[in-house]
């Protein structure tokens, strides 16, 4: 069945069965590979894209569900939330292996979207569902702090 979706600002055509799986649409059909496989059963966060601004899981997402919504991957966060995040990120050093950044920075992103001066409780609720193998917890909650300061000054 083809759809047509607002991937990174373009308009992209896909012809896939309805319940396939948004993460396996972008990284198969489109080659956007950087949202990443982690779980399978949206607990990880590892597969977190925005979904019009919102943090979504997209392994369990059917195609048919996500309709005319605007979907931004890593390779195509452009907005200043997430320049400022990308930004902290390096900044602070925050990744070691690096498998987990991509959903974790599309959750800080949504996070400061919507939330411009997040305390440790909104951060830690915003940021609940991803799951860091490497246990970079505090540079990541550092680095929102950091991205945060940046988007005020």
Do not use: H
């Not at 590979?33 to 943090?55: F, H, M, N, P, Q």
């Not at 919507?114 to 193998?133: F, H, Q, S, T, V």
């Not at 990541?140 to 945060?148: F, N, P």
């Amino acid at each position: 069945m083809p759809f047509t979706l607002n991937v990174n600002g373009e308009s992209r055509t896909v012809d896939v069965p309805e319940d396939k799986p948004l993460l396996w649409v972008l990284r198969e059909d489109l080659g956007l590979t950087g949202t990443k496989y982690g779980c399978g059963i949206a607990r990880c966060g590892a597969c977190t894209v925005s979904l019009d601004g919102e943090a979504a899981r997209t392994c369990r997402l059917p195609m048919s569900s996500v309709g005319e919504r605007a979907v931004v991957t890593i390779e195509g966060l452009n907005s200043r939330p997430g320049l400022a995040v990308r930004s902290a990120w390096r900044g602070l050093d925050v990744v070691q292996c690096g498998f987990c950044q991509s959903g974790q920075i599309l959750s800080a992103t949504a996070l400061l979207s919507e939330n411009a001066d997040p305390d440790d409780r909104d951060i830690d609720r915003a940021m609940r569902g991803n799951l860091c193998r490497c246990g970079t917890y505090q540079r990541i909650r550092a680095a929102i702090r950091q991205a945060a300061d940046d988007l005020k000054g």
